[in-house]
Structures are given as structure tokens and as C-alpha cells.
């Protein structure tokens, strides 16, 4: 999310800021990664973590789905969770009592129960790499054995790419992303690396529909 885009919106009291700054295409986004999670299993007795939750574009539709207070969703922003709960309201959906947490160093531990599935929904394509790190590890001690989380990320198949990628998106221009600056792209062998100094396994299931060439990876708790 881009910080200028973000102020000018919240700034100019847009009522609609909180929709657009997580990325906009509310409706198409917040389906596609509910409907994909099912397809990979996720039933609505799992407990459910969703990184980076903001304003809900996808939890809206896990809460609908997951059991009561089943679903949990953390964010560094505290004005999108506010925003989350706003529309959680206007759904009808304070019933099933979602947890809308602010963490701002991924610390999940502090929040209790362990996870079946999580999610990253356009958060690593956001971070620098020991931001990532930091998330792994602590995602690690708070899956079940068997575990899954989920995280979208801007692919580049070289390991060290310092050059910017292209990519190209249906409703906009095409855009770049970055080695070392926001948006950021990795390579599979870096997230190897990574999990080889934890209890992650991880695969790239790649292509799942993103419109905007997001590709994502699968980490599953083994150790
Ligand atoms: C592009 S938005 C995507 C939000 C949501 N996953 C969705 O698909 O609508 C990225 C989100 O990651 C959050 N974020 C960025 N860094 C974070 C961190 N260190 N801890 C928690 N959330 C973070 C941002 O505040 C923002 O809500």
C-alpha cells in the first residue's frame, strides 16, 4: 500500500479509502482468496489467521464462513481494523466475533490458540526481507503440525535479480517490481533458505488467478 495514497484518501475523508488503499477491486479480490483457500481445504472448524488482514477485503468472507470466533486477523495499521470492524458491522456479522488484533512485529504468540490454515494476502509483496523472516519464524511456533499459511508474492525465477521486473495487469499500466525496495520481488531458493532455520516446508503453487501476477507460496509446519 502506498503511504501518499493512503494519506491523501483517509485525509480527504473518501469513505471508500479503506477499500482502496489494501488495492482496490474489493468484490474480485476478497472472493478469489476465499474461494482458492477452500479449494485447498480450509473448512469452517479451522482456526484461521489472516496476516495483514486490513480493512478485511478477504476476512469479511472468512468470517462468513468460519465457525465463531474462528477467524483472527492481525494488522500493523490500527485505522484499517477499525475500518475491518466497520464492515464486519455493516455485514451482519458481530455475531460470529471475529479477533481483530493490531500487532506490529508479527508476534502471534501473544494472541493464544494455534492455527490450522493463515494467510499473507499482499503483505511480502510489501516487505523487505528480514520483515519476512521475522514473520516466519513466529508463524512457525503458532501452526498445528500439518499447519498451512499461505503468502502471495511478486515471483522472480533468478536468485539474486537486481534488476526490476515487468508485469503486466488487465485494469492498468504495467509495473514494476524490485530487488530491494517496495514492490519487492523474491526467488523460491530464498524462501528455501529460510525455512531450512525453521520448522517450514515450503512450495511455490505459483499462479492461482491473481490478476495482478501475484504467485503464491505454500509453507507447511513439519518439524
Ligand atoms: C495490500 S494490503 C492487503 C490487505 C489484505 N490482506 C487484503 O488482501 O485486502 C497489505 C496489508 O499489510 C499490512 N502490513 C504491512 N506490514 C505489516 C506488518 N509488519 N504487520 C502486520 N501487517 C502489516 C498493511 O497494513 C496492509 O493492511
Not at 42 to 57: N, Q, Y
Not at 62 to 88: C, K, Q, S
Not at 145 to 170: C, D, V
Request: net charge positive.
Amino acid at each position: 500500500m502506498g503511504r501518499k495514497l493512503y494519506t491523501r484518501l483517509y485525509r480527504a475523508g473518501n469513505p471508500d479509502w479503506h477499500r482502496q488503499v489494501v488495492g482496490g477491486m474489493w468484490t474480485e479480490m476478497g472472493q478469489l482468496q476465499f474461494d482458492f483457500l477452500v479449494q485447498q481445504g480450509l473448512k469452517p472448524t479451522h482456526r484461521f489467521l489472516d496476516v495483514g488482514c486490513g480493512s478485511l477485503r478477504g476476512g469479511i468472507h472468512f468470517i462468513r464462513y468460519l465457525e465463531p470466533e474462528h477467524y483472527w486477523g492481525i494488522d500493523i495499521n490500527l485505522a484499517l481494523l477499525r475500518a475491518g470492524r466497520e464492515e464486519v458491522r455493516r455485514e451482519g456479522l458481530a455475531p460470529k466475533a471475529p479477533r481483530l488484533v493490531r500487532l506490529a512485529d508479527f508476534e502471534f504468540q501473544t494472541l493464544g490458540p494455534k492455527f490450522d490454515y493463515a494467510l499473507a494476502q499482499s503483505v511480502f509483496t510489501h516487505l523487505p526481507l528480514n520483515r519476512i523472516i521475522r514473520c516466519l519464524v513466529n508463524i512457525d511456533q503458532v501452526l498445528i503440525p500439518g499447519g498451512r499459511f499461505y503468502a502471495t508474492f511478486f515471483e522472480s525465477t533468478r536468485q539474486f535479480n537486481l534488476e526490476p521486473l515487468l508485469h503486466s495487469r488487465p485494469d492498468g499500466p504495467d509495473f514494476e517490481t524490485y530487488f530491494d525496495r517496495d514492490p519487492y520481488h523474491y526467488n523460491l531458493g530464498t524462501f528455501q533458505w529460510v525455512c531450512a532455520w525453521t520448522g517450514l516446508s515450503v512450495t511455490n503453487i505459483g499462479q492461482w488467478g491473481h490478476p495482478r501476477d501475484q504467485r503464491v507460496l505454500l509453507f507447511t509446519k513439519t518439524g
